[in-house]
């Protein structure tokens, strides 16, 4: 079992940055891939991105290619998603997830999760 709490999000303007962190509870965290999944009212969850259990390689969705970067400390079972250049359209509530999934952005191929945390942007 896997426990994914995280932290960070908060109100940003646009243009500005935030790190958004999730630390993971259990001793098989680098044992998984790793995401980030965004949620907006009335949408469904977005994939964001993901890491490799070494960290060597990450995946980004076309939307933030550029501007996110994730990471992932394993001594630290902790993952992070460092959001620059934010646009409004960031705004969403942020998860994490950790997994072995077949298709990294299909979010039921995921089985732990976090509760997420609310990133806004403003205009």
């Known amino acids: 079992q896997v426990q994914l709490v995280e932290s960070g999000g908060g109100l940003v303007q646009a243009g500005g940055s935030l790190r958004l962190s999730c630390a993971a509870s259990?001793?098989?965290?680098?044992?998984?891939?790793m995401a980030w999944f965004r949620q907006a009212p009335g949408k469904e969850r977005e994939f964001v991105g993901a890491?490799?259990?070494?960290?060597?390689?990450?995946y980004y969705a076309d939307s933030v290619k550029g501007r996110f970067t994730i990471s992932r400390d394993n001594a630290k079972n902790t993952v992070y998603l460092q959001m620059n250049s934010l646009k409004p359209e960031d705004t969403a509530v942020y998860y994490c997830?950790?997994?072995?999934?077949?298709?990294?952005?299909?979010?039921?191929?995921?089985?732990?999760w976090g509760q997420g945390t609310q990133v806004t942007v403003s205009s």
């Open positions: 997830a950790g997994g072995i999934p077949a298709i990294l952005q299909r979010f039921d191929n995921y089985n732990y």
């Open positions: 259990g001793r098989t965290f680098s044992s998984y891939t």
């Open positions: 890491i490799s259990r070494s960290g060597v390689s990450t």
